[in-house]
């Protein structure tokens, strides 16, 4: 199972960014593919997820509304949008697959690389 994260570089607050995780062929099919994020002295958290047909998205409360998520099986790539950009929102975003659709980090199982997003104000 591999998963590479891209996409990830400094915006300005209130930017945008489009995450990209490409997913090998084994795994597109079949997993849940999430989100995370890790920002310095923190522990990692939930930012989305979406069931292997696309059908089911999960998102933590507070990027709800600002972040989106889509994956193409035919590409074999995951996908974060991320518009609105805060400071806060600076981690390495790190993405995963898993059985289902899990709202914490701990639910997914194979874990990608991660991209560092920074956000400066």
């Known amino acids: 199972v591999q998963l590479v994260e891209s996409g990830g570089g400094l915006v300005q607050a209130g930017g945008s960014l489009r995450l990209s995780c490409a997913v090998s062929a084994r795994t597109v099919s079949g997993y849940a593919i999430g989100w995370a994020r890790q920002a310095p002295g923190k522990e990692r958290e939930f930012v989305a997820g979406?069931?292997?047909?696309?059908?089911?998205?999960r998102y933590a409360d507070s990027m709800e509304g600002r972040f989106t998520i889509s994956r193409d099986n035919a590409k074999n790539t995951v996908y974060l949008q991320m518009n609105s950009l805060k400071p806060e929102d600076t981690a390495v975003y790190y993405c995963a697959a898993g059985p289902a659709v899990g709202i914490a980090a701990s639910q997914y199982y194979y874990w990608g690389q991660g991209t560092q997003v920074t956000v400066s104000s």
């Open positions: 979406i069931s292997w047909d696309g059908q089911l998205t």
